[in-house]
């Protein structure tokens, strides 16, 4: 059964959980962060070392795991952000990632992707509205930006052979750094990644690939003092399908260290 009143939100909500975390320096204004590797609430993510063909994730230390509820469903309930820095904090569901792309290699990698979890739009593994992303565990030492690294994969609709892009790679991207690649005209949506081709060596450092799906809104913060505070309407009452995982990606608005303070609530019933 669905919540479908707001009486049904407030009698079901959870303890508010928190993801507290402060950055070094960031890559850019404009290009995302992500904040799993540093220490903080919860604590700092391990890397992934599932290989190429990656995991997918349904409970992980360093992440918000949501609890299944006893029954009918769970939903973001509310979401509460303050920063020392402007910018903007999302939540993403991360559904898979993986290990082992060689840094140096710039023929195309193949990926035998694990089955997303049933987290996509729908509720389903057919991969409507999931995204990947790039993530920078150690930063890389490329001497410039990258405007030709490209990945195979299949639709939501499982045509396969499709090709994607990664506009802008960034030069000597720092720690954190989260790069989400762009689908074929068209396309809502990933089933499986089947290649990945970085095009131009990243010289050193280690990344990861990630599969993922946004959850709710993004919440805008005006810097030091103006925080947002978003009830169940205002964030977009997403709903978190069983075993969602969150996260948040920050989108800065300059390469200020920064730290991130939220709150988010879940509700079921």
């Known amino acids: 059964m669905a919540i479908t009143t707001i009486d049904g939100v407030i009698a079901g909500m959870l303890p508010p959980q928190q993801f507290i975390k402060t950055s070094g320096t960031l890559e850019a204004a404009g290009v995302y962060y992500s904040p799993v590797y ?3 609430a919860p604590g700092a993510m391990a890397a992934p070392a599932s290989g190429l063909s990656g995991a997918a994730i349904t409970s992980r230390t360093g992440l918000i795991n949501v609890p299944t509820p006893g029954a009918g469903n769970s939903y973001l309930g509310g979401l509460a952000v303050f920063a020392t820095v402007a910018g903007a904090y999302e939540l993403i569901d991360r559904l898979w990632d993986n290990s082992g792309l060689v840094v140096t290699t710039t023929t ?20 409507r509205q999931v995204s990947v992303g790039i993530e920078v565990r150690t930063a890389t030492t490329n001497a410039g930006a990258i405007a030709n690294m490209t990945f195979s994969y299949t639709n939501s609709l499982g045509a396969s052979g499709k090709t994607g892009t990664i506009p802008s790679f960034p030069a000597t991207a720092a720690i954190g750094t989260f790069v989400e690649g762009y689908l074929a005209a068209g396309d809502e949506g990933i089933q499986s990644i089947q290649s990945w081709t970085l095009g131009t060596s990243l010289v050193a450092g280690a990344v990861h690939l990630v599969a993922f799906r946004r959850i709710g809104l993004p919440a805008n913060c005006g810097g030091p003092g103006f925080g947002r505070d978003l009830d169940a309407v205002g964030c977009g009452f997403a709903r978190l399908y069983d075993g969602t995982c969150l996260q948040p990606l920050w989108m800065p608005s300059a390469t200020t260290a920064v730290t991130v303070n939220s709150r988010v609530l879940v509700t079921q019933g």
């Not at 193949?110 to 991969?127: E, F, L, Q």
């Open 38 to 40: 540093v220490a903080g």
């Open 108 to 127: 195309a990698q193949t990926i035998t992707s694990a089955a997303w979890p049933a987290r996509d739009a729908d509720g389903a593994v057919d991969g």
